[in-house]
């Protein structure tokens, strides 16, 4: 019948519309028997993957929308970093003191570990532990509490002393032909961010070698006692100024306090003068005559740049033994360090500070000077560790001054 209807027409439109219908009617037949084949000869049932409409599992599952994005800004209040360390944070522990009370600031409060990053409140001098709210420069007596909090977390973490074995151990691997790990503490001394310095260094060795030069080596105690009273170390040995720190039996280093880092360096408050138009007990005439015959007096020592000054005190303490007047050459030296010096001097051999003109520390010995009795507070040039009376012989050539 479909060949017979077509006949009479051309031949050209006659084979047009065989082809047209004979692909209509493959293509039927292969897309309905297809199926059927597949699952009758081979019993395949397509995954699915590849069939048209797949079915989803999880039809009640919903893509959670992507946030858009919102560039950072300074109003956002990130989350304020807590640390549980019992101590003030200060720039630096050893060139700062507690007794003495500044009488101004030279810029606002900006707390240098940054705007709203740890939660206790600057106060132009340090971040008290206790009272965040703190608004004044005043430096009050440290609260004892926390002196007991930081023995007990000291004696926890140092656990049982070292025997001196151990002990020559850890001097020898910290030796300066053995390793290069080194920490410098120079003329700011002991800062807050040199305390995470010593415990980056304390993950890779249980004790650390610390060269001290310049202003801080007037006083080295101070230096030992504030390494050891903020770091909860030991120092198991001591020659000059290089010291060794160990970290403690019980140190883990997952474990390691939380210490903020500062920003920048805070600037220094007003402090009193040191140098006061008159002495006090002597009049106008008798201060410029008496820092004329200081400048003219013989200098008992030359200062070097960064140098080691653990003996300057005792120096200056024999020397008021001769003569009423002291001189001190102090030149190439910073005039913020020689400074620093003679505050110190003043304090610890104690004297009366004449002047700093022309790069020198004159100080005066006073009216009816003794000298002190007490010199516990001074140490020794070389200073051994150990329980027994046995000595460490393993390090005694050694120079650590490298």
């Keep these: 019948m479909f060949l017979t209807r077509y006949s009479r027409q051309k031949p050209l439109e006659l084979s047009r519309h065989l082809t047209r219908h004979l ?24 995954p699915p993957s590849l069939s048209p409409k797949p079915e989803n599992p999880n039809k009640n599952f919903k893509k959670k929308s992507k946030p858009r994005y919102r560039p950072p800004s300074s109003l956002d209040s990130p989350k304020k970093i807590h640390s549980n360390l019992p101590f003030d944070f200060r720039y630096s522990y050893t060139e700062s003191s507690q007794t003495v009370r500044p009488i101004g600031l030279r810029e606002p409060k900006y707390s240098p570990f940054g705007p709203g990053r740890v939660d206790r409140e600057w106060t132009g001098v340090c ?62 001394g002991l800062t807050h961010n040199m ?16 060269k001290c030069l310049g202003v801080p080596t007037v006083d080295m105690k101070n230096v030992c006692y504030q390494l050891e009273d903020k770091s909860f170390g030991k120092i198991i040995y001591r020659h000059g ?37 008159t002495i006090d007990g002597l009049s106008i005439e008798e201060t410029k005559e008496m820092r004329k015959r200081g400048l003219a007096a013989p200098a008992l020592t030359k200062l070097a740049k960064n140098g080691y000054y653990g003996s300057l005190v005792p120096m200056v303490r024999d020397a008021f ?82």
């Design 23 to 46: 692909y209509s009617s493959s293509s039927s037949s292969t897309t309905k028997s297809t199926p059927s084949k597949l699952h009758d000869y081979y019993s395949f049932k397509p």
């Design 127 to 188: 971040a008290p532990a206790v009272d965040t709210k703190v608004k004044s420069v005043e430096e009050g007596p440290e609260d004892p509490k926390l002196e007991e909090k930081r023995r007990i977390m000291r004696e926890r973490i140092q656990g049982l002393p070292l025997t001196n074995p151990e002990r020559k151990a850890l001097v020898e691997n910290c030796h300066r032909n053995r390793t290069k790990r080194q920490i410098q503490l120079g003329r700011d």
């Design 195 to 210: 305390l995470n310095v010593i415990h980056n260094h304390w993950k890779h060795s249980e004790a650390i070698r610390i």
């Design 241 to 277: 100024g290089t010291l060794v720190l160990y970290r403690g039996r019980n140190y883990k280093p997952k474990k390691r306090p939380v210490i903020p880092l500062m920003l920048w360096r805070p600037h220094e408050p007003v402090y009193p003068r040191l140098i006061k138009t």
């Design 321 to 402: 033994l001769v003569s009423e007047l002291v001189r001190i050459d102090c030149q190439g030296l910073e005039r913020s360090d020689y400074k620093k010096i003679g505050c110190k001097l003043r304090d610890l051999v104690p004297c009366v500070l004449v002047t700093f003109d022309k790069e020198q520390i004159v100080v005066w010995r006073g009216h009816d000077y003794k000298p002190p009795e007490n010199v516990g507070h001074l140490l020794t040039h070389r200073e051994l560790f150990d329980n027994s009376d046995e000595l460490v012989s393993g390090v005694e050539g050694h120079d650590y001054s490298g």
